[in-house]
């Protein structure tokens, strides 16, 4: 009988759950208490700045909220892999690979506002893939863009993946003018409410400054980015480029359902990729998006390939990983 790889303690171990948490935890722990200075501190908060900014002033108490996003994007994949069957084993791996890789992201720490955003994002692609072939998709159509709109609260071009999710809905077989007509309510939903409440104040101009920043764009500034972000992002993109080779060969084999949610998951990573590219001074929240699909897309194939050469490049990776966290805490 062959010993099993360290893939597959952590895909299948009993305790893979409990020792990714507290490896992850610890490196948030260290970070925060000993090395603060390595995280940036992006106050944006979207459209409520002013407000949120006030609720938070001190940068140890926002470190440890984010650090416990992090946790909970973990669970959140792991928990999706679960309930949408889309790895063909029950395994841990969307946990342990997300929870390492965006920890030892420090370009990913110290945005409070930008994690919620990507969070309601995950949770509005979830919605998507529940609505698949269902009868009556108007309740999730409204849904996913009221998730969208109050993400776009946070930031603000969150609106311009409105269109990749009709292509979705499209995709799960739900799209139709009852349920495009209950997205166009959700987006408006949330900017009604925003509406009376500068109405109360009488002040619009912090809601129409904000509506502009939706047509500003700035791209890539190579100065403004560590080397050590590029490298971690480079690997990221090779890593998970290879990762969607092998998912469009082998999920032949896997249901219809299961293959309609990884093509519409490499569609909208695309898609992540090209809103970086034109608005990177201001694309944490989908930074963060383009790493939870990639993580996700990375444990489905080291889910589905075992044997020598994928556990090596396993631990090369993670590794790798490793080496350029403990680089950013310099």
């Given at each position: 009988?062959?010993?099993?790889?360290?893939?597959?303690?952590?895909?299948?171990?009993?305790?893979?759950?409990?020792?990714?948490?507290?490896?992850?935890?610890?490196?948030?722990?260290?970070?925060?208490?000993?090395?603060?200075?390595?995280?940036?501190?992006?106050?944006?908060?979207?459209?409520?700045?002013?407000?949120?900014?006030?609720?938070?002033?001190?940068?140890?108490?926002?470190?440890?909220?984010?650090?416990?996003?992090?946790?909970?994007?973990?669970?959140?994949?792991?928990?999706?892999?679960?309930?949408?069957?889309?790895n063909?084993?029950?395994?841990?791996?969307?946990?342990?690979?997300?929870?390492?890789?965006?920890?030892?992201?420090?370009?990913?720490?110290?945005?409070?506002g930008?994690?919620?955003?990507?969070?309601?994002?995950?949770?509005?692609?979830?919605?998507?893939?529940?609505?698949?072939?269902?009868?009556?998709?108007?309740?999730?159509?409204?849904?996913?863009?009221?998730?969208?709109?109050?993400?776009?609260l946070?930031?603000?071009?969150?609106v311009?993946?409105?269109?990749?999710?009709?292509?979705?809905?499209?995709?799960?077989?739900?799209?139709?003018?009852?349920?495009?007509?209950?997205?166009?309510?959700?987006?408006?939903?949330?900017?009604w409410f925003?509406?009376?409440y500068?109405?109360?104040?009488?002040?619009?101009?912090?809601?129409?400054n904000?509506?502009?920043?939706?047509?500003?764009?700035?791209?890539?500034?190579?100065?403004?980015?560590?080397?050590?972000?590029?490298?971690?992002?480079?690997?990221?993109?090779?890593?998970?480029?290879?990762?969607?080779?092998?998912?469009?060969?082998?999920?032949?084999?896997?249901?219809?359902?299961?293959?309609t949610?990884?093509?519409?998951l490499?569609?909208?990573?695309?898609?992540?990729?090209?809103?970086?590219?034109?608005?990177?001074?201001?694309?944490?929240?989908?930074?963060?998006?383009?790493?939870?699909?990639?993580?996700?897309?990375?444990?489905?194939?080291?889910?589905?390939?075992?044997?020598?050469?994928?556990?090596?490049?396993?631990q090369?990776l993670?590794?790798?990983?490793?080496?350029?966290?403990?680089?950013s805490?310099?």
């Amino acid at each position: 009988m062959r010993n099993k790889s360290i893939i597959e303690h952590i895909a299948t171990g009993r305790f893979s759950v409990l020792l990714t948490l507290l490896v992850v935890l610890s490196l948030i722990v260290t970070r925060i208490l000993l090395y603060p200075h390595s995280i940036p501190v992006k106050p944006d908060f979207g459209l409520f700045s002013n407000v949120l900014t006030n609720l938070i002033q001190n940068n140890y108490v926002k470190y440890a909220i984010d650090g416990a996003f992090l946790v909970l994007f973990a669970f959140l994949l792991n928990h999706a892999d679960t309930r949408f069957s889309i790895n063909r084993i029950r395994t841990s791996l969307p946990f342990f690979i997300s929870g390492i890789i965006l920890v030892t992201n420090n370009q990913l720490l110290g945005n409070w506002g930008e994690s919620f955003s990507a969070l309601l994002i995950i949770v509005a692609i979830a919605s998507l893939f529940s609505s698949y072939q269902a009868p009556r998709a108007e309740k999730h159509a409204f849904d996913i863009s009221l998730l969208l709109s109050f993400s776009s609260l946070f930031w603000i071009k969150t609106v311009y993946l409105l269109p990749v999710f009709w292509i979705g809905m499209y995709m799960m077989k739900t799209l139709s003018f009852r349920s495009f007509l209950a997205s166009i309510i959700g987006i408006l939903t949330p900017y009604w409410f925003a509406f009376f409440y500068f109405a109360y104040y009488n002040d619009y101009t912090p809601l129409l400054n904000y509506l502009q920043t939706g047509i500003d764009f700035h791209l890539i500034n190579f100065t403004e980015v560590k080397l050590f972000n590029w490298i971690h992002l480079g690997i990221t993109i090779l890593t998970t480029m290879f990762a969607i080779g092998h998912c469009m060969f082998s999920s032949y084999n896997d249901k219809i359902r299961s293959q309609t949610f990884l093509n519409f998951l490499f569609f909208i990573l695309f898609c992540t990729y090209a809103l970086i590219v034109v608005d990177f001074q201001h694309s944490g929240s989908i930074i963060y998006l383009n790493y939870l699909i990639s993580t996700f897309l990375i444990s489905y194939l080291y889910a589905s390939e075992k044997g020598r050469f994928s556990n090596f490049l396993f631990q090369a990776l993670f590794i790798t990983y490793a080496l350029i966290y403990i680089w950013s805490l310099s």
